[in-house]
């Protein structure tokens, strides 16, 4: 029962942005 869980949708609800709508060439950089 460790706070994984709580991280774990987190990043799941940044997925569906980013599907959404391309991102930008600075958020390409972020994630490199």
């Known amino acids: 029962m460790h706070q994984t869980t ?3 949708p987190e990043p ?3 997925v569906p942005q ?3 709508e391309p ?3 600075s958020y390409n950089e ?3």
Do not use: D
């Open 23 to 25: 991102p930008p060439p």
């Open 18 to 20: 980013e599907s959404r």
């Open 12 to 14: 799941a609800s940044f």
């Open 30 to 32: 972020i994630l490199r």
């Open 6 to 8: 709580v991280v774990i």
